[in-house]
C-alpha cells in the first residue's frame, strides 16, 4: 500500500500535477552524482539542508513567534521562507515590542534562506513533489508592509520635531490655540514651525530650564516681548519670544 506524500504546512502554491513516471524510472533511474545527506522533511527530495524559518505576530500587548524546522530541499525551502516573511510583513509589527523584534526575526531568517539558496534543484523521483515557491516577496502585496515602520518612524520625528520641549533658540513657534482679542491664553497649544511658515508667530530668543516665571526668566533678552512657559511633573522650561505678527 502506498503512503501519500507529506504536505507543507506553509501557504505557498501547490505544485502542479507531475507526469507519471515510467516503472524504469520510478527508483534509481537518476544518473547524476550521489547525494547524501537528509531528505526534504515535506516532501522527500534531495538535497535538503537542516534550517529554521522563523515569523513574528503582533497584537498590541500579545506577541505570536512561529517556527517551521526542515531540512527542506530548494523549493520548499524558499516557499517558507517566503510564506513566512510575507505573515510577519503584514502581522509582525502591531505592538511597541514588536516592533523590534519583527526585524530582528526576519533578519534572523537571512543566513538560514542563505543555506537554502546554496541547494541544487531538487532530484526527481522523490515521493513527493516539491512545494512551488510562489512570487518573490518583492511582487506580493506584503511588501508594503515595509512601508509600516517607516510611517511609524516618521510620524514620531515629525511629532518631536513639532514639540517645544526640543526647541532651541532661533526656531519659530506657532499657538494653535483661537485667541480673543484682549483675553490671555491660558491655555496655549504651541507647535514648533520653520520661521519660513506664514503661520509662524514668534521666534523663540531664549530658552531657560527649571523655571516657570516668564517675567524674571526673559529680562536677559533685550528683544524677547513675550514668553510660554511648560511644567510636565519636574521638567519645565521657559521661552522667551520675540513677536513676527
Known sequence: MSTPP???PFDAPAAGPAAEPAPDAAFGAYTGPYQPGPFCRFCGSVP???ATIRGHQGFLVIMKFLKLEGPFCR???IA???SMTEKSLWQGWWGIASA????ATMLLNLPQRAKINKLAEPLPGAPGQPVAPGRPLFRRP??????IPVIAVGAIVFSVQQDPTYAGVGDCVHNKHTMTAGVEDTSPDVVVLGCSDPDADARIVGKVSDTTNGETACERFADADGYYTEEQGSDRFTLCLHFLK
Open 100 to 103: 523590534l523584534i519583527n526585524p
Open 75 to 77: 523549493s520548499c525551502g
Open 80 to 82: 517558507a521562507h517566503r
Open 48 to 50: 535538503a539542508v537542516q
Open 142 to 147: 506584503a511588501i508594503l508592509g515595509l512601508l
Open 6 to 8: 507529506p504536505q507543507a
